[in-house]
């Protein structure tokens, strides 16, 4: 079975800060990475994806994601943090298998950006 | 941009009443899905469907179905509401026939209060 673990509830950054939010997983197969974004009483938005190819992935809103398939963790960065990142963040994992899989998600990470 | 819609933004229902939530999608996307969001536990998948008419059951599927009569609608039904069904539901979709590596493009969610 997949699984993706966020192991901070909450991650506080000053502006202008750079910003990291973790996220492992476990897979059996070959991952394929996600990161959304939820802002208040909105639905998640989509930020960036590693399916393969280079590790290093860069997404909407200045945002990045480094794949690391010996640590099997796909942190979420910023070099530089905006109030408006603001925002609830959650990782999510595929397997590809051949056949329909569904995605997990983890338990989202509340990231405050501090003025 | 692809935009997932919901029925209802905030509902309120009794124990016991039957509650129709709907998502309609408008880019043709063949996979569609409902999930239950919860503090602390992330999201998880109710439903999902990858055609007209076709249904998987997710993680927890007891105590909901759903109907998919049209390609752009699915509908999640509680058959009896009761108040551990209070929560956030969300909708969303993806193109391809396997959405592996296709994102996901999310509703703005019902947030149900069941008395």
């Known amino acids: 079975a997949q699984s993706v673990a966020q192991p901070e509830d909450q991650v506080n950054v000053a502006e202008g800060n750079p910003l990291t939010v973790k996220c492992t997983y476990s897979?059996?197969?070959?991952?394929?990475l996600f990161w959304y974004v939820q802002y208040p009483n909105r639905g998640l938005q989509f930020l960036l994806k590693?399916?393969?190819?280079?590790?290093l992935v860069k997404g909407s809103y200045g945002f990045e994601a480094e794949f690391n398939k010996s640590q099997t963790s796909f942190h979420l960065k910023k070099p530089s943090a905006l109030v408006s990142d603001s925002a609830l963040y959650f990782c999510?994992?595929?397997?590809?298998?051949?056949?329909?899989?569904?995605?997990?998600f983890g338990t989202g990470t509340k990231l405050q950006v501090i003025p | 941009d692809v935009k997932v819609t919901q029925s209802s933004r905030y509902l309120v229902k009794r124990t016991g009443e039957k509650v129709f939530l709907e998502c309609v999608q408008d880019?043709?996307?063949?996979?569609m899905f409902w999930y239950r969001q919860d503090p602390g536990l992330g999201l998880r998948l109710i439903y999902f469907?990858?055609?007209?008419?076709?249904?998987e059951k997710g993680d927890i599927p007891e105590g909901y179905s759903v109907s998919r009569e049209k390609k752009e609608r699915f509908s999640l039904i509680l058959e009896s509401a009761s108040t551990n069904q209070t929560s956030m539901y969300l909708c969303?979709?993806?193109?391809?026939?396997?959405?592996?590596?296709?994102?996901?493009?999310f509703g703005p969610g019902t947030r149900l209060t069941v008395l």
């Open positions: 969303a979709s993806t193109s391809g026939l396997a959405g592996i590596t296709d994102t996901q493009y």
């Open positions: 999510a994992v595929r397997v590809h298998s051949g056949g329909y899989q569904k995605v997990t």
């Open positions: 880019m043709d996307h063949e996979n």
């Open positions: 469907s990858y055609d007209v008419k076709m249904k």
């Open positions: 897979v059996s197969g070959n991952p394929y």
């Open positions: 590693y399916i393969t190819g280079d590790n």
